[in-house]
C-alpha cells in the first residue's frame, strides 16, 4: 500500500516531442504528488507538484495530470528539449509528525537533439 | 549559496570500516532526512529527524545511525560497513509551509559510498 509503481523505466524521445511519465499509487492517504528531476551527479530537485483536490496543474512545459479515481498521475513535458534529459522521479506523501515520501523508482528520459 | 551541504562528496571504505556522513542545511527547516539511492529502486528512506531533539527509523535503517546535532546539521554513520551499504546517500530537509502546505524536500547534492 505504500508502493508508488513509476513507469516506463527509461524513455527516449526526439526533441520537440512530448514525453510522459506514468504514477500510480495505492495509499488514499496521501496528499501531496511532486514530481523530482535529478541531473547526472547532483541531488534531486523539485520540479512541479500536485495537490489531489485539482487535476491538472501546468507550470511551463511541464504538466501533472492527476486521476484521483483511478490513483495515477502522470507528467507530461510537452516541446521535449535536450536540456531535459534527467532522471524524473515521482513521490507521493503524507504527514505523519513531519512530511513522508514514497518515491518512484524512476524514469530516465534522453531527449535527442 | 543557500541549500544543503553535504560531506564528503565521495568515499571508498574497506568492509567493517566505519564512517560518518555529515548534512548542513541553512534554511532553517525543521525536519531533515536520510536517503538512499540504488539503481532500479529509487530513493529510499534510512532515518529522519522531524524536529530537533528527535530521529526515527525510516524504510531501511539497519546498519545506520544518525545524530541530529542541532537544527542545521544531521548526521549518518555507519559503524561497520558493508558491500551492501554501496549506495549514493542523499540528505534533504524540509519545512511545513505557514498555511499548513508543503513546499516539497530540498536535496543535497550528494555523498557517493563505495565499500569493498
Known amino acids: 500500500q505504500q508502493q508508488v509503481k513509476q513507469s516506463p523505466q527509461s524513455l527516449i524521445v526526439q526533441k520537440g516531442g512530448i514525453s510522459i511519465i506514468n504514477c500510480a499509487y495505492e495509499n488514499t492517504a496521501f496528499d501531496y504528488f511532486p514530481w523530482y528531476q535529478q541531473f547526472p551527479g547532483k541531488g534531486p530537485a523539485l520540479l512541479i507538484a500536485i495537490r489531489p483536490d485539482v487535476s491538472e496543474k501546468k507550470e511551463g512545459r511541464f504538466t501533472i495530470s492527476f486521476n484521483k479515481s483511478a490513483k495515477q498521475f502522470s507528467l507530461h513535458i510537452m516541446d521535449s528539449q535536450p536540456g531535459d534529459s534527467a532522471t524524473y522521479f515521482c513521490?507521493?506523501?503524507?504527514?505523519?509528525?513531519?512530511?513522508?515520501?514514497?518515491f518512484g523508482t524512476g524514469t530516465r528520459l534522453k531527449v535527442l537533439a | 549559496n543557500a541549500g544543503v551541504t553535504q560531506t564528503p562528496k565521495f568515499q571508498v571504505l574497506k568492509t567493517g570500516q566505519s564512517m560518518t556522513l555529515q548534512c548542513a542545511q541553512d534554511?532553517?527547516?525543521?525536519?531533515m532526512y536520510w536517503y538512499r539511492q540504488d539503481p532500479g529502486m529509487g530513493l529510499r528512506l534510512i532515518y529522519y529527524s522531524a524536529s530537533e531533539g528527535t530521529t526515527d527509523k525510516g524504510e531501511v535503517p539497519n546498519g545506520y545511525n544518525v545524530s541530529r546535532l542541532n537544527k542545521r546539521e544531521f548526521s549518518l554513520r555507519l559503524e561497520s560497513a558493508a558491500p551492501s551499504q554501496t549506495s549514493v546517500y542523499f540528505c534533504a530537509s524540509s519545512e511545513k509551509g505557514t498555511a499548513g502546505g508543503h513546499y516539497g524536500y530540498t536535496f543535497g547534492s550528494g555523498t557517493r559510498l563505495t565499500v569493498v
Open positions: 513521490a507521493a506523501t503524507y504527514f505523519s509528525g513531519t512530511y513522508k515520501y514514497i
Open positions: 534554511m532553517n527547516h525543521n525536519s
